[in-house]
């Protein structure tokens, strides 16, 4: 017995064409156009987030309860509030001074008389 042969079609072979290459500005070489497109993409998208980022609206800060006018009144008072005298940590705390501006508010309300240290870092109202 014979086997029948097959009949076999002729396959045409596509080609693929050939990805379009842009020219970058900075080496001359080619890249395609698919990377080109994704690196602006991811550019557009970096500079979105960006601003979308700026755009967020802060929280107010908070305000001690302690500051009330200037800085001097503001140390002064919490000075005055405590009985035996108050370390610069807790002015700190209280004012919400940063330690420049408390360090020159102690330095000048010292000076005037109105504070003395009791001991180094404790403060008392005269």
Same mark, same amino acid.
């Given at each position: 017995?014979?086997?029948?042969?097959?009949?076999?079609?002729?396959?045409?072979?596509?080609?693929?064409?050939?990805?379009?290459?842009?020219?970058?500005?900075?080496?001359?070489?080619?890249?395609?156009?698919?990377?080109?497109?994704?690196?602006?993409?991811?550019?557009?998208?970096? &500079?979105?987030?960006?601003?979308? &980022?700026?755009?967020?609206? &802060?929280?107010?800060?908070?305000?001690?309860?302690?500051?009330?006018?200037?800085?001097?009144?503001?140390?002064?008072?919490?000075?005055?509030?405590? &009985?035996?005298?108050?370390?610069?940590?807790?002015?700190?705390?209280?004012?919400?001074?940063?330690?420049?501006?408390?360090?020159?508010?102690?330095?000048?309300?010292?000076?005037?008389?109105?504070?003395?240290?009791?001991?180094?870092?404790?403060?008392?109202?005269?």
């Amino acid at each position: 017995m014979k086997k029948a042969k097959k009949q076999v079609k002729p396959v045409s072979k596509k080609v693929a064409a050939p990805a379009k290459r842009a020219v970058s500005s900075k080496k001359k070489i080619s890249v395609p156009a698919k990377k080109v497109k994704a690196k602006a993409v991811k550019a557009v998208n970096k &500079k979105v987030a960006k601003v979308v &980022k700026a755009a967020k609206p &802060k929280a107010p800060a908070k305000k001690p309860a302690a500051v009330q006018g200037t800085v001097l009144s503001s140390v002064l008072s919490t000075v005055k509030r405590s &009985k035996n005298g108050v370390a610069i940590a807790k002015i700190k705390e209280k004012t919400g001074l940063s330690p420049r501006q408390l360090s020159n508010a102690l330095y000048k309300l010292s000076k005037s008389g109105k504070i003395a240290s009791k001991e180094r870092g404790i403060y008392i109202a005269k």
